[in-house]
Protein backbone atom coordinates (compact mmCIF):
# COMPACT_ATOMS: atom_id res chain seq x y z
CA UNK A 1 0.00 0.00 0.00
CA UNK A 2 0.80 3.36 -0.86
CA UNK A 3 0.07 6.39 1.99
CA UNK A 4 1.76 9.54 2.13
CA UNK A 5 -0.40 12.17 3.93
CA UNK A 6 -0.50 15.71 2.29
CA UNK A 7 -2.73 18.52 2.52
CA UNK A 8 -5.91 18.61 1.23
CA UNK A 9 -7.11 19.60 -2.04
CA UNK A 10 -9.62 21.84 -4.21
CA UNK A 11 -10.65 21.11 -7.53
CA UNK A 12 -12.62 23.73 -9.92
CA UNK A 13 -11.00 22.45 -12.74
CA UNK A 14 -13.59 21.45 -15.50
CA UNK A 15 -12.66 17.96 -17.02
CA UNK A 16 -12.80 17.47 -20.70
CA UNK A 17 -15.47 15.80 -22.12
CA UNK A 18 -13.80 13.96 -25.31
CA UNK A 19 -14.69 10.70 -23.21
CA UNK A 20 -17.84 10.32 -21.08
CA UNK A 21 -20.52 7.74 -19.63
CA UNK A 22 -23.48 6.74 -21.15
CA UNK A 23 -26.06 5.54 -18.46
CA UNK A 24 -29.25 4.17 -19.95
CA UNK A 25 -32.35 2.95 -18.32
CA UNK A 26 -32.98 -0.70 -18.16
CA UNK A 27 -35.83 -3.54 -17.44
CA UNK A 28 -34.69 -6.61 -16.33
CA UNK A 29 -36.08 -9.14 -13.87
CA UNK A 30 -32.80 -11.01 -13.02
CA UNK A 31 -29.06 -11.16 -13.90
CA UNK A 32 -26.43 -13.80 -13.14
CA UNK A 33 -24.05 -11.82 -10.72
CA UNK A 34 -21.13 -13.03 -13.02
CA UNK A 35 -22.42 -11.51 -16.94
CA UNK A 36 -19.77 -9.71 -17.29
CA UNK A 37 -18.58 -11.76 -20.66
CA UNK A 38 -22.53 -11.90 -21.82
CA UNK A 39 -23.01 -8.04 -21.28
CA UNK A 40 -19.93 -7.19 -23.29
CA UNK A 41 -20.81 -9.87 -25.96
CA UNK A 42 -24.34 -8.75 -26.13
CA UNK A 43 -22.75 -4.97 -26.40
CA UNK A 44 -20.50 -5.58 -29.08
CA UNK A 45 -23.23 -7.64 -31.01
CA UNK A 46 -25.50 -4.71 -31.20
CA UNK A 47 -22.79 -2.57 -31.90
CA UNK A 48 -19.95 -3.85 -34.00
CA UNK A 49 -18.30 -0.73 -34.27
CA UNK A 50 -17.40 -1.21 -30.52
CA UNK A 51 -15.46 -3.81 -30.70
CA UNK A 52 -12.66 -2.33 -32.38
CA UNK A 53 -12.71 1.51 -30.44
CA UNK A 54 -9.81 1.33 -27.89
CA UNK A 55 -11.48 3.82 -25.46
CA UNK A 56 -14.79 2.29 -25.46
CA UNK A 57 -16.06 -0.05 -22.07
CA UNK A 58 -18.67 -1.54 -20.60
CA UNK A 59 -19.50 -1.39 -17.08
CA UNK A 60 -21.11 -4.44 -15.46
CA UNK A 61 -24.37 -4.08 -13.47
CA UNK A 62 -24.75 -3.23 -10.01
CA UNK A 63 -27.30 -3.01 -7.45
CA UNK A 64 -27.00 -2.08 -4.03
CA UNK A 65 -25.24 -4.54 -1.65
CA UNK A 66 -26.93 -4.04 1.52
CA UNK A 67 -30.15 -3.12 1.66
CA UNK A 68 -33.37 -4.58 3.60
CA UNK A 69 -30.53 -7.20 5.02
CA UNK A 70 -29.40 -8.30 1.57
CA UNK A 71 -25.87 -8.99 0.74
CA UNK A 72 -24.01 -9.08 -2.19
CA UNK A 73 -23.72 -13.18 -2.87
CA UNK A 74 -19.89 -14.65 -3.13
CA UNK A 75 -21.10 -17.16 -5.06
CA UNK A 76 -20.69 -16.11 -7.96
CA UNK A 77 -22.18 -19.40 -10.36
CA UNK A 78 -25.74 -20.11 -9.20
CA UNK A 79 -26.43 -16.32 -7.71
CA UNK A 80 -28.63 -13.51 -8.95
CA UNK A 81 -28.50 -9.81 -9.37
CA UNK A 82 -32.42 -8.39 -9.37
CA UNK A 83 -31.83 -4.75 -10.64
CA UNK A 84 -34.60 -2.42 -9.77
CA UNK A 85 -36.17 0.58 -11.83
CA UNK A 86 -33.42 2.97 -10.52
CA UNK A 87 -30.95 0.19 -12.18
CA UNK A 88 -28.09 1.34 -14.48
CA UNK A 89 -26.63 0.04 -17.96
CA UNK A 90 -22.99 1.99 -18.11
CA UNK A 91 -20.60 2.64 -21.25
CA UNK A 92 -18.13 4.61 -21.62
CA UNK A 93 -17.28 5.57 -24.79
CA UNK A 94 -15.48 8.59 -26.96
CA UNK A 95 -17.96 11.46 -27.22
CA UNK A 96 -17.46 11.23 -30.81
CA UNK A 97 -19.26 7.75 -30.18
CA UNK A 98 -22.34 9.07 -28.70
CA UNK A 99 -25.20 9.65 -31.40
CA UNK A 100 -23.81 5.54 -32.03
CA UNK A 101 -24.09 4.16 -28.68
CA UNK A 102 -27.89 5.33 -28.25
CA UNK A 103 -28.81 2.96 -31.35
CA UNK A 104 -28.89 0.70 -28.37
CA UNK A 105 -31.91 2.70 -27.09
CA UNK A 106 -35.43 0.37 -27.60
CA UNK A 107 -32.99 -2.73 -28.17
CA UNK A 108 -33.32 -5.90 -26.02
CA UNK A 109 -30.04 -7.81 -25.30
CA UNK A 110 -29.67 -11.32 -24.75
CA UNK A 111 -27.60 -12.10 -21.36
CA UNK A 112 -26.85 -15.43 -21.20
CA UNK A 113 -30.22 -16.35 -21.51
CA UNK A 114 -32.06 -13.11 -19.85
CA UNK A 115 -33.34 -10.51 -21.69
CA UNK A 116 -32.46 -6.65 -20.58
CA UNK A 117 -34.66 -3.90 -22.55
CA UNK A 118 -32.51 -0.63 -23.02
CA UNK A 119 -34.65 2.70 -22.65
CA UNK A 120 -33.46 6.29 -22.35
CA UNK A 121 -29.85 7.21 -22.30
CA UNK A 122 -28.25 10.24 -20.52
CA UNK A 123 -24.69 11.52 -20.47
CA UNK A 124 -22.46 12.15 -18.21
CA UNK A 125 -18.95 13.39 -18.34
CA UNK A 126 -16.13 12.44 -16.22
CA UNK A 127 -15.49 14.18 -12.85
CA UNK A 128 -11.39 15.28 -11.81
CA UNK A 129 -12.15 13.80 -8.62
CA UNK A 130 -9.16 13.74 -6.15
CA UNK A 131 -10.30 9.73 -5.73
CA UNK A 132 -11.07 6.94 -7.87
CA UNK A 133 -11.86 3.85 -7.52
CA UNK A 134 -12.15 0.66 -10.06
CA UNK A 135 -14.27 -2.63 -8.99
CA UNK A 136 -12.08 -4.35 -11.46
CA UNK A 137 -8.08 -4.63 -12.62
CA UNK A 138 -6.82 -7.23 -14.27
CA UNK A 139 -3.83 -8.89 -11.48
CA UNK A 140 -1.59 -11.77 -12.35
CA UNK A 141 -2.06 -14.70 -11.38
CA UNK A 142 -0.02 -15.44 -8.13
CA UNK A 143 0.34 -11.95 -8.21
CA UNK A 144 0.86 -10.64 -4.59
CA UNK A 145 -0.39 -6.74 -3.36
CA UNK A 146 2.89 -5.26 -3.50
CA UNK A 147 3.73 -6.62 -6.51
CA UNK A 148 0.20 -5.61 -8.06
CA UNK A 149 0.42 -2.21 -6.45
CA UNK A 150 4.07 -1.27 -8.03
CA UNK A 151 3.08 -2.54 -11.28
CA UNK A 152 -0.23 -0.02 -10.90
CA UNK A 153 2.35 2.60 -10.08
CA UNK A 154 4.19 2.28 -12.95
CA UNK A 155 1.68 2.08 -15.42
CA UNK A 156 0.18 5.47 -13.34
CA UNK A 157 3.53 7.01 -14.47
CA UNK A 158 3.27 6.44 -18.10
CA UNK A 159 -0.12 6.89 -18.80
CA UNK A 160 -0.74 10.11 -16.90
CA UNK A 161 2.58 11.54 -15.71
CA UNK A 162 1.96 11.19 -12.39
CA UNK A 163 4.00 9.07 -9.30
CA UNK A 164 0.86 8.19 -7.02
CA UNK A 165 1.14 8.50 -3.28
CA UNK A 166 -1.79 6.82 -2.38
CA UNK A 167 -3.19 3.01 -3.65
CA UNK A 168 -4.78 0.89 -1.94
CA UNK A 169 -6.26 -2.28 -3.64
CA UNK A 170 -9.05 -4.12 -2.36
CA UNK A 171 -10.68 -7.43 -2.38
CA UNK A 172 -9.83 -9.96 -5.41
CA UNK A 173 -13.00 -11.31 -8.03
CA UNK A 174 -12.78 -13.94 -10.75
CA UNK A 175 -14.33 -12.91 -14.08
CA UNK A 176 -15.44 -16.29 -16.00
CA UNK A 177 -14.69 -16.23 -19.79
CA UNK A 178 -14.85 -19.31 -22.13
CA UNK A 179 -11.28 -18.37 -22.62
CA UNK A 180 -10.32 -18.87 -19.26
CA UNK A 181 -10.79 -16.98 -16.01
CA UNK A 182 -9.36 -13.44 -15.14
CA UNK A 183 -7.88 -12.63 -12.09
CA UNK A 184 -8.73 -8.94 -10.65
CA UNK A 185 -8.53 -6.83 -7.92
CA UNK A 186 -10.35 -3.70 -6.53
CA UNK A 187 -8.30 -0.67 -6.62
CA UNK A 188 -8.83 3.07 -5.15
CA UNK A 189 -6.14 5.90 -6.03
CA UNK A 190 -6.21 9.27 -4.25
CA UNK A 191 -4.90 12.61 -3.76
CA UNK A 192 -4.78 12.50 -7.46
CA UNK A 193 -4.37 16.05 -9.40
CA UNK A 194 -6.96 16.90 -11.93
CA UNK A 195 -4.89 16.00 -14.99
CA UNK A 196 -3.94 12.46 -13.93
CA UNK A 197 -7.44 11.85 -12.16
CA UNK A 198 -9.28 12.33 -16.25
CA UNK A 199 -6.53 10.81 -17.71
CA UNK A 200 -7.07 7.10 -15.49
CA UNK A 201 -10.36 7.22 -15.87
CA UNK A 202 -10.10 8.26 -19.70
CA UNK A 203 -7.73 5.33 -20.39
CA UNK A 204 -7.69 2.97 -17.54
CA UNK A 205 -5.21 0.41 -15.76
CA UNK A 206 -4.36 -3.01 -16.84
CA UNK A 207 -6.86 -3.44 -20.07
CA UNK A 208 -9.80 -5.35 -20.14
CA UNK A 209 -11.96 -2.37 -20.55
CA UNK A 210 -15.02 -4.75 -23.03
CA UNK A 211 -15.25 -6.64 -19.72
CA UNK A 212 -15.40 -4.07 -17.19
CA UNK A 213 -12.07 -3.88 -16.15
CA UNK A 214 -9.70 -0.98 -15.60
CA UNK A 215 -12.72 1.99 -15.49
CA UNK A 216 -12.50 4.04 -12.91
CA UNK A 217 -14.82 5.90 -10.93
CA UNK A 218 -15.11 8.88 -8.66
CA UNK A 219 -15.27 7.67 -4.76
CA UNK A 220 -16.34 9.42 -1.58
CA UNK A 221 -15.26 8.81 1.95
CA UNK A 222 -11.60 9.30 1.33
CA UNK A 223 -11.47 11.41 4.42
CA UNK A 224 -12.06 9.37 6.90
CA UNK A 225 -10.44 6.48 5.58
CA UNK A 226 -6.64 5.79 7.18
CA UNK A 227 -4.21 2.52 5.84
CA UNK A 228 -4.55 -0.46 8.36
CA UNK A 229 -1.62 -1.87 10.32
Given at each position: ??????????????????????????????????????????VQQALP???????????????????????????????????????????????????????????????????????????????????????????????????????????????????????????????????????TRHLMI????????????????????????????????????????
Amino acid sequence: MFWQEDEDKTLPWQAPDDVLDVSFAIQCKKLPLDHAWALSQAVQQALPWFTDEPAAGVHTIHVAESGNGWERPDDHTNQFLLPSRRTRMMLRIPKQRLADAQHLCGTTLDIDGYALSVGEAKEKVLLNASVIFARYVLSDTGETEPEFLQRMATEIRRIADFKVKKMMCGKSYTLHTPQGDLHTRHLMIADLDNDPSVKLQQYGLGGGRKLGCGLFMPHKGIKTLKPTE
